[in-house]
């Protein structure tokens, strides 16, 4: 089994270079460069964290790291780094996991990869703040999996929030849910929910979700509401040096325009959002496979928990993902929610393997051996998300942005509806 482990490890290898190799273009949207621009020298403003990173190693190096071609050398460090730690996170998991379950953690490791990969490499996304985001939460759910420096997930969430205070709603869902799994777990079995307030363990666990709940709150308050107080002062010298690192010297206006003067972007987003009403049906109509699937996977989950607090320790693992609902009713960066909500599912489940949880093994093997009895073809399904990548931003995906571009030439108001990828990036 470990000669086989290590072969599935080479073959990742492969398999991420070939992701990487077609998704990458070169280049980067002008959205993540103007994010280097944004550094803590002009306050404690939000999105702050990374661009402040690159201004010490600017002091630090000999060059101008402020160029475009630096700030691509940049990202492109940076996704090798979140590549090392997805390896790192789920090759663990896969070593960890019961024998008789590494088979379907391979294939959802494999699911994962074919989503992650294209999504930080393509030129939509490299250097996109979430891919930061994301590594704070899986560095956070990886000591959970090890049981050591736990309580280092609320500095890691701080740290995310501090990249992007969208963190909250997109990647802190798997930490908050892995705590309050711990919690619960500590005193599986149980019928009254009560015993959680006289467990040790389980309220170790309670006093980290409190603690990671109240921390990204008040962060989250501070660069949403009063951040942007003094923008107007500095706004025109952090426009100069995003220009100088932007494609074609071109810097983002609306993210300037949002977090740093505090200009209400609502209007200008509804004819995105038009968009998104006609594309995320369309991609959860491709998606029914999986959803059937996975509507299945955690029915099956709950008929095994028969004792009350078990019941509740997955509901509330199945239900975490529910912290992006805000940023789907509110911005319409879907494709980038679309991601938020597979991490969550990757993560979580394959953290739950590493740890051994019993009904999620049991239900894992169950699930992929039906399918690899039932349906010959069910191979099939680690080939087809290929079609769907990558993961853009307020676009879904390529072929869906086709798609309705197609329907709103042919059936609706072009001008009402078509829009492209180089105008959400532009």
């Not at 992929?368 to 039932?374: F, G, I, M, Q």
């Amino acid at each position: 089994m470990k000669i086989k482990d290590n072969k599935f490890t080479w073959a990742m290898i492969l398999f991420t270079f070939v992701l990487f190799w077609n998704n990458f273009a070169g280049t980067t949207s002008n959205i993540n460069t103007t994010m280097l621009a944004f550094h803590y020298g002009y306050g404690f403003i939000s999105r702050g964290l990374l661009g402040t990173i690159y201004g010490v190693l600017n002091r630090i190096l000999p060059w101008d790291l402020y160029t475009f071609g630096w700030a691509m050398l940049f990202f492109e460090g940076c996704f090798l780094v979140f590549v090392v730690l997805l390896f790192l996170f789920c090759m663990k998991c896969l070593r960890m996991s019961d024998e008789k379950v590494k088979q379907s953690a391979r294939y959802f490791i494999i699911l994962y990869f074919i989503a992650a990969i294209p999504m930080f490499s393509s030129e939509y996304n490299l250097g996109r703040l979430d891919m930061y985001c994301l590594m704070c939460s899986m560095l956070s759910v990886l000591l959970m999996i090890y049981g050591k420096a736990e309580w280092l997930a609320v500095p890691l969430s701080a740290i995310g929030v501090m990249f992007h205070q969208g963190h909250v709603f997109m990647y802190m869902g798997m930490v908050l849910a892995m705590q309050l799994y711990k919690a619960l777990d500590a005193v599986k079995g149980q019928e009254d929910l009560r015993i959680i307030f006289s467990n040790k363990t389980s309220r170790k666990y309670l006093g980290m979700f409190l603690a990671t709940m109240l921390t990204v709150s008040a962060l989250f308050i501070w660069f949403e509401g009063f951040s942007h107080i003094d923008g107007e002062k500095f706004a025109d010298h952090l426009i100069d040096t995003a220009c100088s690192m932007g494609p074609d010297a071109d810097y983002h206006i609306e993210v300037v325009e949002h977090e740093i003067l505090g200009v209400d972007l609502s209007a200008k987003e509804w004819e995105y959002r038009k968009q998104n009403l006609v594309e995320f049906p369309l991609y959860c109509l491709f998606m029914l496979p999986y959803i059937l699937i996975a509507i299945r996977f955690a029915r099956d989950l709950l008929r095994l928990a028969k004792a009350k607090i078990d019941k509740w320790k997955y509901i509330i693992v199945l239900a975490g993902t529910l912290t992006i609902l805000p940023d789907m009713i509110l911005k319409v960066d879907y494709g980038r929610w679309i991601f938020s909500i597979i991490s969550y599912y990757a993560v979580v489940l394959l953290a739950l393997l590493a740890m051994r949880d019993t009904a999620v093994t049991e239900v894992s093997r169950q699930t992929v051996d039906r399918l690899r009895s039932k349906y010959p073809y069910a191979v099939l399904l680690l080939i087809y998300p290929l079609l769907f990548q990558p993961l853009m931003h307020i676009s879904i995906c390529p072929l869906t942005e086709r798609i309705v571009n197609i329907l709103t030439r042919h059936v609706m108001s072009p001008a009402a509806f078509e829009v492209s990828a180089w105008q959400c990036t532009k």
